[in-house]
């Protein structure tokens, strides 16, 4: 399934989502532009490389442009590829609007930033040494989808399902479609730690773990700065 829209209307305009929204595409963009070499080294310096992170926090001294820690924001705004943008900013998209209603623009901002930050840490504990950089926006919109699942468990969601060949809509509530987001993510997630544990290489690859890891401090982190607040 991929959702279209939900069917809650906002009041207000959603000035932050389509502010990230943006900066997600200019981002992406420039990365398009570069040539292999250049978007590696761009991507090395501002993706979070869970390596460095560990050589930070014990007191390496590392020839970093940036602060390692930097990395834990800047690396929320790059993306692997067209479907990994395109995937992020739907759901992005769809989702928060009404939860930067809930919580007034500022704090939706810092909420995201925040989840995004956890969801970081998340995956860099299981991977304490990997060299391989974890980027993308997966994390802090995962944070999104939990304070919007606890706010809006019945808001139906507009989205396509493809049977084979033909393509229709169906309508879906949110706690359903987030539910399957989630379970996916979990299963993924333990089957590359797994994998990693049989294979004694490192975890790598999609942040399955930073979904997880963004979903768990939104639960946590969105009551707490209002969502539930009437209004």
């Not at 790059?78 to 919580?103: Q, T």
Request: overall charge positive; some cysteine; hydrophobic content about 55%.
């Amino acid at each position: 399934m991929f959702p279209l829209y939900d069917e809650n209307p906002t009041r207000s305009t959603p000035y932050i989502t389509y502010g990230l929204i943006g900066i997600n595409v200019l981002v992406f963009l420039h990365e398009f532009s570069l040539s292999s070499r250049q978007l590696e080294q761009f991507i090395r310096v501002y993706a979070l490389v869970p390596r460095d992170l560990t050589a930070t926090l014990a007191g390496v001294p590392l020839n970093h442009p940036i602060p390692v820690w930097a990395t834990l924001i800047t690396s929320q705004f790059l993306h692997g590829g067209w479907w990994h943008l395109i995937s992020n900013m739907v759901f992005l998209w769809i989702f928060g609007n009404n939860v930067e209603e809930r919580l007034g623009h500022f704090k939706y901002l810092i909420f995201y930033l925040s989840c995004g930050v956890f969801a970081a840490l998340c995956q860099w504990s299981v991977a304490m040494m990997s060299e391989i950089p974890s980027l993308g926006a997966s994390g802090a919109i995962a944070g999104v989808l939990a304070a919007y699942v606890i706010r809006f468990p019945q808001t139906r969601v507009v989205s396509l399902i493809f049977l084979g060949f033909f393509i229709t809509t169906i309508r879906v509530p949110a706690f359903i479609l987030i539910g399957l987001f989630i379970i996916q993510n979990v299963i993924s997630g333990l089957a590359s730690l797994q994998a990693a544990a049989n294979m004694s290489v490192q975890t790598g690859g999609v942040a399955y773990w930073a979904h997880v890891g963004g979903f768990v401090f939104g639960l946590i982190l969105a009551p707490v700065f209002g969502l539930f607040r009437r209004g």
